[in-house]
C-alpha cells in the first residue's frame, strides 16, 4: 500500500487537529468539551488516527493523556501544518484586503512600551483593519516557548544572555543600552553633580538579579567599582515601575530606547555615568518559516525607524 493510499486518503485535519486539543487539555473529557463535540467523537478521532498509523499516539490512565514518542513526533507536525495553513489564510485575507492583516509578535516589557509600540502605531495607519497580538514575556520565554511552538510569528529581543537555537535567526535593529531614571518629583531630578556611588543607597526597582538583565545591570555596577544595590522591589513590569517613580522616592535603570518613545511619561534622565554595554536588539524569527505579508512589513518598518533613534545606535 503506497503513502497516499494509507495515510494521505485516510489522515484527516479534523482528527490532528482533535488530537492537538486532547494534549493541550490534558484529557478527552476537557477537550470534547472545548470542541464542542461528544467525548465518543473525540475517542473516534483519537482511535481513527492510531489505526492509520499503526501505532499507539497517546497513553491513557486515571490522571488523564499523555503522548507517546509516536504522539510527540506527530504533534511537531500537527503545529507545523497548523501553522502554515494559518499564515496561508492570513496571507490570502491580506491579499484580498491590503489594509487588514494579522500579526502575533513577542517583546520584552520595555520594548513593548517603546520601540514597538511605535512601530505599531505607524504600521496600524497603513493597515487599519490589521489585529496585532503582543505577548509580553521574559527573552528566553519567548524563544523556547511561543516561537518555538509557532504561537507568534517573531520576538524582539536583546541579543544579551541569549542563546539562539539551529531553527532561530536573529536580524539586528539597533544597540541598546541602560540608563539611570527617576521620576520628576525625586530630589536627584533636580541635581547635576551626582556620581553612581551617591545612589547606592536609595531604594531601586529591577529586575531579578539571576536573570540575563539583571546580570546585564549587575555586571554595569561592577565595572563602575561598585556592588549591585539591594533592591526594594524585583518587577520586570514597565507600568509598576513607572507607578514607584512616579512617588519621587525610588530609582531605577531602563533602556534609553524606551525613555526616547516615553517622552510623556513624567521619567528624568540622570546625568550619571552608568558603563553598561550596549546590548543589540533584533529580530527572532523561525528560518524555515515564511513571514506572513504583515510580518514583513512588520520588519521592514522596524528597520526604518531603528535607524531614527538616536543615541542607541
Known sequence: MTWA???GHR???????????VVRSGSMGRAAIDLAVSQPAVSKAISDLEHTL???????????VEPTAYGQALLRCGIAVFDDLRRGVREIEFLADPSAGELSLGCTEPLAAGFVSVVIDHLSQC?????????SADPVVLLNRDLRQRQIELALAPATGLTLHEETQFDFLFDDRHVILVGEKSQWARRRNIV??????????????????????????RAA???????????????MHQRLLATGRFITTLPVSMLHHAKHLPLRLL????????????IVTLRNRTLSPLAQ?????????????PGVQ
Open 54 to 64: 499503526g501505532v499507539r499516539l497517546l497513553d491513557r490512565s486515571s490522571q488523564g
Open 297 to 309: 512589513h512588520f520588519v521592514e518598518l522596524a528597520h526604518k525607524l531603528a535607524k531614527k533613534l
Open 271 to 282: 546625568p550619571v555615568k552608568f558603563p553598561a554595554h550596549p546590548r543589540p536588539i533584533g
Open 196 to 221: 553612581l556611588a551617591d545612589l547606592i543607597e536609595q531604594p531601586w526597582v529591577l529586575p531579578s538579579p539571576d536573570t540575563p538583565v539583571g546580570l546585564h545591570i549587575g555586571d554595569a555596577f
Open 5 to 7: 493510499q494509507r495515510i
Open 11 to 21: 489522515l484527516k485535519l479534523r482528527d490532528l487537529h482533535i488530537l492537538l486539543t
Open 225 to 239: 567599582g561598585l556592588e549591585p544595590p539591594r533592591a526594594r522591589v524585583l518587577t520586570f513590569s514597565i507600568p
Open 127 to 135: 493597515h487599519p483593519k490589521a489585529l496585532f497580538q503582543v505577548v
